[in-house]
């Protein structure tokens, strides 16, 4: 079975663009969640989606915004990129709908702002 | 205070010793508590899971959680090079508010030289 997969493995921007960012849940998993992992700090919680909606959100300012497709895949928009939004973005799925459940990630990707 | 507190360390032990990894946090709420192993480059993997106080053995692997100490740890037994990755606690609690949210630790640094 396959896991959790996003693109791309890198992205390189320059500060002020938007970054877009995919990922595609384990079949069968109907919630997909975002986080951010920059260097020396562990994941922060970004976004969590189920069924096309956004359930919850974490501490992040408007411009990191998201959305979920119908069949399940994901995509994390960062607008008017900073040099701090630099980081490991790792997204994870999970079967069900309560947010209570198991979450399985994927191998993130590497965001590089200059 | 971050509500998880983990030491990052780096943490460096011969093969065969036993580690001992821990968290520490914050919130009360927190009621599950897992532990996830990153290798580097890779997404975080769930390795324990436990509800409430108590220990859970798996293989080679024991996490204890004590809540009236808000305290978490991981032993690992025999300790094999393969082990050396990041380690990273992470907890959740059933508020609503806080549904789909994990909260995690900076991880710790494990090498296990032969």
């Known amino acids: 079975e396959a896991g959790v997969t996003q693109s791309p493995t890198h992205l390189i921007k320059t500060r002020g663009q938007q970054a877009t960012l995919r990922c595609s849940p384990i079949?069968?998993?109907?919630?997909v969640y975002w986080y951010q992992q920059a260097l020396g700090l562990g994941l922060q919680f970004l976004l969590w989606?189920?069924?096309?909606?956004?359930?919850n959100r974490g501490n992040f300012p408007p411009r990191f915004s998201g959305r979920q497709f119908p069949n399940y895949s994901s995509e994390l928009n960062v607008n008017a990129l900073e040099l701090e939004d630099s980081a490991l973005y790792l997204c994870?799925?999970?079967?069900?709908?309560?947010?209570?459940?198991?979450?399985?990630f994927g191998p993130g990707t590497r965001l590089l702002v200059l | 205070q971050k509500e998880v507190e983990q030491d990052p360390g780096p943490l460096s032990v011969p093969e065969g010793a036993i580690v001992s990894l821990n968290c520490t946090y914050s919130?009360?709420?927190?009621?599950?508590f897992m532990w996830y192993r990153q290798y580097s480059r890779k997404g975080p993997e769930l390795l324990m899971y436990?509800?409430?106080?108590g220990n859970k053995e798996d293989g080679r692997f024991t996490a204890q959680v004590d809540k009236s100490s808000k305290y978490i740890s991981l032993f690992i037994r025999d300790s094999q090079p393969s082990d050396s990755a990041t380690y990273l606690c992470?907890?959740?609690?059933?508020?609503?508010?806080?549904?789909?949210?994990?909260?995690f630790g900076r991880g710790t640094q494990l090498t296990v030289w032969p």
């Open positions: 994870a799925s999970s079967l069900g709908s309560g947010g209570q459940e198991t979450q399985y």
């Open positions: 079949s069968g998993h109907t919630s």
């Open positions: 989606y189920d069924e096309g909606e956004e359930r």
């Open positions: 919130n009360s709420a927190f009621q599950y």
């Open positions: 436990t509800y409430s106080s």
């Open positions: 992470a907890m959740r609690s059933n508020r609503g508010s806080t549904l789909g949210r994990l909260y």
